[in-house]
């Protein structure tokens, strides 16, 4: 079974657009983390942001904000007011806690690209 | 800001043959990981080193494998007969620690390996 699910395999909007990037994610553990990382054209995964579940507070960072459903569990990403260079392929990603797993195993969802168009 | 190195960022190698990916770590981090990305398909994780030691592996990190810190500054990935489905986009990462909660991984730019 996967354990982060991004149903969205291609989003295009034209600039200034809002957009949401889906994800769903699956687990027993009752501490884990959710990340979110962009992939732009070049290659390199980026840092967007990092979400605790004992901590179910949205967050918003300038254009990006996050929005975190433990009920649902999903951890949704909205960029408002999209412009070109936030094309890439966004991933989001979980690490579970509870069984002796270093922070550092992070299971990826498939990504999501997103093209903004001018 | 500090940044994790890999070398080459492309390399290409025969089938069977030996290959070492070299990373260089953010020099206060002291936990270290191999991802790699096979064309379209999701991040996967490899391996997680802490101590000289390996902290986990994935079931895709079998014998083929082996990572090593070889002096201060370095962290490298072997893989010691390269197969077709090696081939992938590898990603070096580090942390400051495994188990803090406000910890994050900082990958590197990744080294593609085509195997042919």
């Known amino acids: 079974a996967q354990k982060v699910t991004q149903a969205q395999t291609e989003i295009s909007v034209v600039e200034k657009e809002d957009v949401t990037l889906d994800c769903v994610y699956e687990t027993r553990d009752t501490t884990y983390y959710l990340f979110w990382y962009k992939q732009p054209p070049s290659g390199e995964l980026v840092f967007l942001i990092r979400?605790?579940?004992?901590?179910?507070q949205n967050e918003i960072s300038g254009r990006y904000s996050w929005n975190f459903q433990k009920s649902t569990s999903s951890f949704n990403f909205t960029i408002t007011a999209s412009q070109v260079v936030d094309s890439a392929v966004y991933f989001c990603a979980l690490s579970e806690a509870n069984r002796g797993s270093t922070l550092g195993r992070l299971y990826f969802g498939r990504g999501t690209q997103l093209t903004v168009w001018p | 800001e500090p940044e994790v190195t890999q070398t080459p960022s492309h390399q290409v190698t025969q089938m069977g043959q030996e290959v070492i990916l070299r990373c260089v770590p953010i020099?206060?981090?002291?936990?270290f990981y191999w991802y790699r990305q096979i064309l379209g398909q999701k991040v996967e994780f490899l391996v997680s080193?802490?101590?000289?030691?390996?902290?986990?592996k994935s079931e895709i990190f079998d014998d083929q494998f082996s990572v090593e810190r070889p002096d201060g500054s370095n962290f490298t990935l072997k893989i010691r007969s390269t197969k077709l489905e090696d081939s992938a986009m590898y990603f070096c990462a580090s942390s400051v620690s495994g188990y803090a909660t406000n910890e994050k991984l900082f990958f590197g730019s990744g080294t593609q390996l085509s195997v042919l």
């Open positions: 080193f802490y101590n000289n030691e390996i902290s986990e």
């Open positions: 979400r605790n579940s004992f901590d179910e």
């Open positions: 020099s206060n981090h002291l936990y």
